[in-house]
Antibody, heavy 114, light 112 residues
Framework: EVQLVESGGGLVQPGGSLRVSCAAS????????MSWVRQAPGAGLEWVAI????????YYVDSVKGRFTISRDNAKNSLHLQMNSLRAEDTAVYYC???????WGQGTLVTVSS | DIVMTQTPLSLSATPGQPASISCKSS???????????LYWYLQKPGQPPQLLIY???NRFSGVPDRFSGSGSGTDFTLKISRVEAEDVAVYYC?????????FGQGTKVEIK
């Protein structure tokens, strides 16, 4: 059974940094493109970033380019999203998801507020 | 970026009756490999989204056969042949043809 468990969310001040992670199991993590998708409170879904299985290619939505970095550790079956220069509009539940968003985690809430 | 437009944004469905949601993309989603990268997800209240349909018309594992997807190029449709109470959710289409992947606004399905 595919399992994705996000962690690391919390309250951070504007301009601050946070790193969220996703622990994966039940599939061959090292062969799967992985994405982060976020959902602001009461809003729709927004795809944020994707990383190739070997980590050699990464793509981002424009609103996070230069501020967020997606990374992975295939030895530990883990996915990460380093978020810097956080803004109020980054407040959302952050989900990790497998290739083509077939499987999703439960999400972790990131709140950016003073 | 490819813009995904869903209609309607809300739908009140009668149990046992059909319902459909339209999704239009601002560019063709047909890839050079012959696949069309249009996906449908549903999100039930308080839960993460889940994949319903991939590549226009393929039901994901465990999805009831009352759900079907159709379309081509830029016009797509999700149909529920007989709505059930458990289908209450927000439904999203998504294009995976070009990054950034983009979602429709979501269609909220309620039961009459």
């Amino acid at each position: 059974e595919v399992q994705l468990v996000e962690s690391g969310g919390g309250l951070v001040q504007p301009g601050g940094s946070l790193r969220v992670s996703c622990a994966a199991s039940g599939f061959t993590f090292s062969s799967s493109w992985m994405s982060w998708v976020r959902q602001a409170p009461g809003a729709g879904l927004e795809w944020v970033a994707i990383i190739k299985p070997d980590g050699s290619e990464k793509y981002y939505v424009d609103s996070v380019k230069g501020r967020f970095t997606i990374s992975r550790d295939n030895a530990k079956n883990s996915l990460h999203l380093q978020m810097n220069s956080l803004r109020a509009e980054d407040t959302a539940v952050y989900y990790c998801a497998t290739d083509r968003l077939q499987h999703w985690g439960q999400g972790t809430l990131v709140t950016v507020s003073s | 970026d490819i813009v995904m437009t869903q209609t309607p944004l809300s739908l009140s469905a009668t149990p046992g009756q059909p319902a459909s949601i339209s999704c239009k993309s601002s560019q063709s989603l047909l890839d050079s490999d012959g696949k069309t990268h249009l996906y449908w997800y549903l999100q039930k209240p308080g839960q993460p989204p889940q994949l319903l349909i991939y590549e226009v018309s393929n039901r994901f594992s465990g999805v009831p056969d009352r759900f079907s997807g159709s379309g081509s190029g830029t016009d797509f449709t999700l149909k529920i042949s007989r709505v059930e109470a458990e289908d209450v959710a927000v439904y999203y289409c998504m294009q995976g043809r070009h990054v950034p992947w983009t979602f429709g606004q979501g269609t909220k399905v309620e039961i009459k």
